[in-house]
């Protein structure tokens, strides 16, 4: 076809057109520069500029400046507000009192007006290539006209805009099709559908636009496609837009009542007139099937015009206004022109005027319906270009051929069947990637019934997944994939997303063309209920799919894999950075492959740390979700709420999770407290045809555990058309609330109800929200009861809801009947309205520290791991979590230390306040005192269990270190506060009845002394007076005081022996109250008991099957052996010290035993013989230690013993008194040796354990003790070091002992480095000491701050001052004050003098004595509280082992509810053997508890019982799967490398050990480990 020629040519010289073009330029850019847009020009605005969430995005505000007018139109456009355009005005600027007549005066208005086409072509001149398709698609489903040709801001020839309307996909029913419930969908610019213009000339009052709005809204509601005169900012003069050219779209129903024409019409719409837009109108004219002329007249040169088109009069139609008063030469003028163009009767419409504008629309609907019969050819705007080049027009598409031609060329194989193209071209995805898929779930599962052979199974699934690994990466990168490939990784951006964008063109295009014909057949099976059938379709439309997600996923496992191309360069560990760059400019990630069920870990992992690695570590995220049945709108509620578009295609079914990230501006990071939000769309729940599927119900719930687990915010999408979809979708989504409250996962959640509207529907939609929340109760117990947990009863009780504030009312999408309709702007303003309060409620609820990018990852892994198993709960182990645990229980352990090291402080004063109560008084008075300290002691506890509880409250309200995860172990900690407050209150309140006891027994001994003491005294005073007179030599005086001593102290009174065996009796009668067992224990002599090594018995359990089984094993001989080993050595640690006994020795020894019996015999069934021989048989050992122990203190405190100590002192007394010599010197040095020296040493004893435990606290071995996780790997981490087999049985079967002996070996070392000990007492002795040189200048002063008077009798006033001021610290025996001091002849000052001097030299004696080694064990066993006992509570924990391998737990503390370790053991190490073969059980309890094999023992009272309901007797331990493959891999080796040693000392046979077990070095037994318990691998 010809391009006719106009008939008349403008006279305009070359020179003018240039001043034109000038003036033109100048304006384009002085309005661009008006609304703020010169620095996007041109093509410089992106999407990135709309889909950041800032305050712009979130608030509505109305334009308050030109420059916030485009910004205003594209956040409602994004929004998809049909009433977009309405916000480009700024508000009246008319002021009050004007005349309203005076027409004349604009009031300085026109400046700050703005047509909005000019906006909209000022918007689409800054936009780029992909921001214009966005407009475009967004004007679109407003159902406002999108730009076909764009005006140039320099005034060049326009663009045709066939780029940016390229996303466009309409779909329509034609009438041909409506009986059949057929549809038509196609991109609109590949359609070939009639295509009409509509144009005008200079003289036209009529406006077309708003006669085209009626036409295309004949019959139903006026929507207001085109902009006309009559709206808001449409009378405006046009600077820019006129030569714009904006297309839309009649699309029909399928139904004829409604349907204005019967198949889909494009209509064009030329902005300005013919003669001002010449090539636009040529351009037009020739595309168009029919092109409607709106004039009032026609001028000279118009009728030239349009007298060029005479040879093709046939598409022309006129449409002529008639206004009353038209003069009668214009009327000639049309009439001449239609005669002379021959132009039919029936192609002019003359409007009169008495006719309306309905009526004109209904007869122009009649004549275009009449033209479209006769139409015999079609133009696609596709087709259009060829012509818009030829007239000079810019193609804006023309560009990216380069990109258009590398998309064809890899989807150029794909022919007729897309399964044969995906096998060559994306292998990866196929089959072996779906079966290493399902080996991975069938690993988490272990179908398997025999437990024998389920570590066997393991290792199989495992060789399979190997295998296919290695076929897998056998392959070769295909041709597709590396053109795909060097197409992204492109470094120009522009290009990269070109070709993205026309790889998703062609391929939507060929899904259309080839899925429908299965969509079909498999809609009409779902019709059938044929579930063989669907499955089959199922997966046909599964593997005919073909999206650019498919090549994506593709890539991603290319790395996955780490296939390399041999013929391209490119190095494939630039992927991940590649897909992070994607992934930041806006483009969705697959994160769990739905056609395979899988995830890629390794390449999701690498992805978002590459995304963390280029926003500099700045990647906290607020993860969104939506959830809902297929086909409810929550994709679309996404797009809407975001501005974005997840992939969804025509004729595809998309399967999985993708997420998106969208970047937080800078004015909410801080309050959102997050750096991207990331958007995760799923596909839908209970999809009504996937429903029928075997295992729908299954994936949905594994689905909506996996996401609302990754999800901060989740929105769970009701429509409420369907009750049982509805229903079933409650039940998934509050199973897996309950989930995510069971593993300390809180999320907000949000219901939105669908197609609810109406003023008055929250109000009324009350009594649905509470029949909503009475389904989710109902829900909530139905899951709950699966999760096997009753104390769960209502919604409520999972999450945080609120039936008003979690709710929210969206009404329907459309505003009209589609495909007419445009997006209602009711459901563009709720769901504003909807995403501003979920913000707003995310400031307000974000108590819990944000996830960064790792920490995101790592919930991932866990998340997916435990999805993988059948029960959920009991699988999920997560790192963050295990850190969140292991870091408060660092916290704690301080808090712990510091309150008791508080409470040992007080302890330490109060004791030697008991101890240095006056001697005098009465008894009553000590028992008194002790009464008051317990209640001081109780008070003060009170005040450190309040301050503690307050730290962790304060703990529990940080943000960080994902508190949120361990809430539900809130309670827990409580409770471990109370207990150790109870426990450390009873711990003090016995040591201060030691210390009255302690007390009592000295005033004894002094009493004793007190009385001999006076004798001697009065016999040396007598013998000095005898001597006196007679010069005796030094020999001769000592043989008479010997005379005398000899003779004075013979009858020394002796103490009392107390008879503890009879006092231990007493006790463990006490102790079988309960039994009835008196009359057994009547006629015990416990000194007997205990002589002989124990010595198990049949009788000592009742159950036939344990006494075949202890007498074949021997495994109770060993319980009772490791037991009595732990007895012995409290006994020994007791013993060890200078104390006396005291019946508390006896209580504690008991309690460890009951302790021991409940919890090592548990599984042994003994009876009350086995109690009673048992405790006997220690309580005998007991009986005879502590009766040496009570014999050594009695010998240490005997009254002639204590009185020789000081028969020198007297003999020298005796002699400086014969020879007169001055005793002040000597004496002030004997009470320093005497007196000061002994409690300088107690003190330091007494003071020497906390400083020992914060010596090792803060060495280098202080993680060691920080928490159980740690102690746990460091003592496993020494094992495998040192490599002993003694060491590991030791540690296995006799764990206590082993700690504590680790332990103790720790302090020796740590304090014999450097002399630690040494140092640690020369720091205690100068605090002592610097106490005592303080008080001896107190002690020096009496009343009014005056010094003692300088005598003889001041000395024991200033001794007497001495002990009150140091009362606390140290006790200084009265009677050994009195021995020093007997006959002092020397003057208070001196005597003082003296003393300073005497304490300065014991200070540097000890000094002396403390820089030499130190014996360590000798000074520890002194020790009345032990380092090791205090560092021995902190890490041990309960004592509590497996049932199954006999592992100990390492939750903190004593007080919790479950019972868990971080890597359990073969059972064999637990001496598990099989019954019917004695070898020795290889089986993991890791691994049992996921399979489907049984287990019995006494407990089952030997019934098999599965091991997946292990908690139906042991309900306190939570047993996970292993966290990683290689987490077991320590004790596998360890089981591998002694199994016939192990075998021998168990008295069993040998495992049969998996080959592949043999296989696991000492390395990889090491990384295990440090996987197990979440240490960093080096």
Known sequence: MGIPQFGVILDCNVALFHNINFFCSLTALKLLSKLGLEKYHPNKLTPQHLIEINKNSLYNQTASSL????????????????????????????????????????????????????????????????????????????????????????????????????????????????????????????????????????????????????????????????LHREMKGGSIKRVIANGLVEVCWYLPGGKENLDVFPEPVAFANLRGDICESSAEFQFLFQVSNATFIFLDKAEQDEHETLMSLKDEQNKLFLVVNCKDGSKSEDMTSVKTTVEELKIPNTSVTVKNPKMNEAQLSKKLCSTIKTSLSGIRSRVSIENMVDIAVELGFFVDENKTDKQKNAAEEIISGIGNRNTNYKKQ????????????????????????????????????????????????????????????????????????????????????????????????????????????????????????????????????????????????????????????????????????????????????????????????????????????????????????????????????????????????????????????????????????????????????????????????????????????????????????FLRMKLIGKKSICHFVHQNVGGVSAHSKCMPERQHLLDQLNEMTVIAAEMEKQPHIRAFTDVLDYNIEKNNWNIPGLWHGTPPMAAVSTGYSEAVADFKRN????????????????????????????????????????????????????????????????????????????????????????????????????????????TLMKQKLSDYYKRKDRHINLIEKHKAEFFNRISKFACNIELSVGTALDCALQLKVFRKKVQDIQREYRRVIEEQVMKLL????????????????????????????????????????????????????????????????????????????????????????????????????????????????????????????????LDGFLKNSCKGQKTNTQFEIDLKLHVCGIAAREFQKMHRKFLSGHDPKTLLEKHKDQYLTDFLDLYKNKDQGQRKAKDFVRVCIKPAVNDYINRSLCTDIVDEILTSSHSAEYSSRNYFQYHIQKELLETDKFDSFVKYICSYEIYVKDWILKQIQQNLSENNTLGKLKTKILLVIVKKISGATEQASKGDNDVQLPDNTESITKF??????????????????????????????????????????????????????NQNISETLSKLSIKPQDQLFQRVFGCGQQCPFCKVPCEAGGKEHKEHHAAVHRPQGLGRYRYVDTEKLVVALCTTDVQSDTTFKNSDTEWKSH?????????????????????????????????????????????????????????????????????????
């Open 425 to 736: 071209q994306l292998p990866l995805q196929g089959e072996d990637w779906k079966r290493m898929s399902k080996l991975q779930k069938e690993e988490c599962r272990l179908n398997v019934s025999d437990q024998s052979s389920a570590e066997k199974y393991k290792c199989e699934l495992q060789d399979e997944q190997k295998s296919i690994r290695e076929k897998i990466i056998k392959h070769e990168m295909s041709k597709a994939m590396k053109t795909f490939i060097e197409n992204v990784s492109t470094e120009d951006k522009v290009k990269r997303n070109e070709f993205l964008k026309w790889m998703k063109l062609k391929l939507d295009t060929d899904s259309r063309e080839k899925l429908s014909e299965l969509h079909h057949k498999y809609k009409e099976e779902c019709r059938k209920k044929d579930i063989k059938r669907i499955t089959e379709l199922d997966q046909a439309l599964l593997a005919s799919s073909l999206g650019i997600e498919h090549y994506m996923r593709e890539m991603g496992l290319i790395y996955e894999f780490s296939i390399q191309s041999q013929e391209t360069t490119y190095d494939i560990s630039g992927l991940p950075g590649l897909a992070a760059e994607m992934l930041l400019d806006g483009y969705p990630l697959e994160l769990l492959d739905g056609d395979a069920s899988n995830i890629p870990e390794k390449w999701i992992t690498d992805v978002l740390m590459e995304v963390h690695r280029k926003v500099g570590g700045q990647s906290r995220l607020l993860v969104l979700s939506v959830l809902g049945v297929q086909s409810s709108g929550k994709s679309t509620l996404l797009n809407i709420m975001f501005g974005v578009q997840f992939p969804v295609s025509s004729g595809r079914c998309t399967r999985g999770a993708y997420m998106l990230f969208l970047k937080v501006g800078q004015d909410l990071k801080s309050e959102l407290d997050c750096d991207f939000i990331v958007l995760i769309d799923t596909e839908g729940l209970k999809s009504s045809d996937l429903a029928q599927l075997e295992d729908s119900y299954e994936h949905d719930n594994q689905l909506a555990t996996f996401v609302i687990g990754l999800s901060d915010v989740a929105i769970v999408n009701i429509s409420m058309e369907s009750a049982n979809e509805m229903k079933d979708v409650l039940q998934i989504t509050a199973h897996a």
């Open 838 to 945: 979920l913000l707003e409620k995310v400031k307000e609820d974000r108590n819990a520290q944000p996830s960064t990018i790792p920490e995101f990852l790592e919930w991932m892994r866990s998340l997916w791991k435990s999805v993988k198993y059948e029960n959920f709960i009991f699988s999920f182990r997560n790192t963050l979590v295990a850190h969140a645990y292991d870091n408060l229980n660092k916290e704690f352990n301080e808090w712990e230390w510091e309150f008791r090291k508080e409470i040992l402080s007080w302890q330490k004063e109060a004791e030697v306040v008991i101890l240095n109560t006056d001697n005098q008084s009465q008894e009553d008075t000590w028992y008194n005192l002790v009464v008051s300290k317990k209640t001081e002691v109780s008070n003060k506890i009170e005040k450190q269990q």
């Open 1025 to 1152: 007076s005898d001597c006196k007179d007679r010069s005796l030599s030094d020999e001769e005086l000592k043989q008479e005081f010997e005379e005398m001593w000899d003779k004075t102290t013979a009858d020394v009174s002796r103490l009392t022996e107390q008879n503890v065996a009879a006092n231990v009796l007493k006790q463990l009668r006490k102790n079988f109250s309960n039994l009835n067992v008196n009359e057994i224990l009547h006629d015990i002599n416990l000194k007997e008991m205990g002589i002989d090594q124990f010595k198990t018995k049949r009788e000592h359990t009742n159950n036939f099957i344990e006494k075949v089984k202890h007498f074949i094993t021997g495994d109770l001989q060993n319980v009772a052996d490791n037991i009595i080993k732990s007895c012995k050595q409290f006994i020994t640690d007791q013993v060890s010290t200078n104390g006396d006994y005291h019946e508390s020795f006896t209580n504690y020894l008991l309690e460890k």
């Open 1506 to 1578: 599965p091991y997946k309901d292990y908690r139906t007797f042991y309900p306190e331990w939570l047993i996970p799967p292993d966290n990683t493959i290689q987490a077991s891999d320590y004790w596998k080796y360890v089981l591998a490398q002694y199994n016939e040693r192990f075998a021998e000392e168990y008295k069993a046979k040998p495992a049969d050990v998996p080959e592949a077990w043999k296989k696991i070095t000492k390395e990889q037994a090491m990384k295990g480990l440090k996987e197990a318990f979440n240490m960093k691998t080096d």
């Open 1359 to 1412: 001794t007497s001052n001495m002990r009150k001021i140091l009362i606390k610290d140290i006790s200084i025996s009265e009677e050994d004050e009195k021995t020093v001091l007997f006959t002092i002849q020397s003057t208070c000052h001196t005597f003082i003098n003296s003393f300073k001097e005497a304490l300065d030299e014991l200070k540097e004696q000890l000094e002396g004595e403390f820089s030499q």
């Open 67 to 226: 420059e916030e007018i485009p910004w205003c139109f594209l956040r409602n456009l994004y929004k998809i507000n049909a009433e977009c355009r309405n916000s480009m005005q700024l508000p009246t600027c008319e002021e009050e009192n004007l005349d309203p007549f005076d027409f004349d005066t604009d009031n300085g208005c026109a400046d700050k007006e703005v047509n909005p086409l000019d906006v909209i072509v000022a918007l689409f001149l800054c936009a780029d290539n992909f921001l214009q398709q966005e407009m475009a698609l967004k004007m679109s489903m407003c159902q406002l006209s999108v730009p076909l040709l764009l005006p140039s801001s320099n005034n060049s020839q326009s663009t045709l805009m066939l780029w940016a309307l390229r996303d466009i996909i309409k779909e329509w029913c034609p009438q041909d099709l409506s009986d059949s419930k057929g549809f038509a969908e196609n991109n609109i610019v590949q359609a070939d559908i009639p295509f009409y213009s509509f144009v005008r000339l200079k003289n036209c009052s009529l406006s077309k636009s708003q006669l085209l709005n009626q036409i295309l809204s004949y019959g139903q509601q006026s929507h207001n496609i085109f």
